[in-house]
């Protein structure tokens, strides 16, 4: 668990959030549906640039409801972290495709990102 609040924080620093589907997990064969509208109200807040989905079941409920809203989303499957050597394949190809290849390079020792640099 620290590593992912770590990884966590860094992507933070870049300006990435992560934004759980649910909540309250973890779920067991519980729907998604359910989940969508809620998601999508606490979504618009945060006005994202870019929305990268991952889980397929998640891209496979989400993503049709964040194109109908008119919403950035990314148009790569990217698997569940648990593939590891999948997962980097795709989060990457769906950087690129989101024009964000900054975050894909990791940043220098000690240095921080401030709200309005560009990248």
Known sequence: M???VRYLKELRKRGVFVVELKPDAPRTNEKLAPYVMPFLLNLEPLAPEKIVLTGTE???I??????????????VRVPAPSGEVEFRQKLRQALVR????????????????????EG
Do not use: F, Q, S
């Open 2 to 4: 620290g590593d992912k």
């Open 58 to 60: 998640v891209y496979d």
């Open 62 to 75: 989400l993503h049709p409801a964040l194109e109908k809203a008119g919403l950035p989303v990314i148009d």
């Open 98 to 117: 989101a024009d964000l290849e900054r975050l894909i390079r990791p940043l220098a020792a000690g240095k921080t990102r401030k709200a309005g640099d």
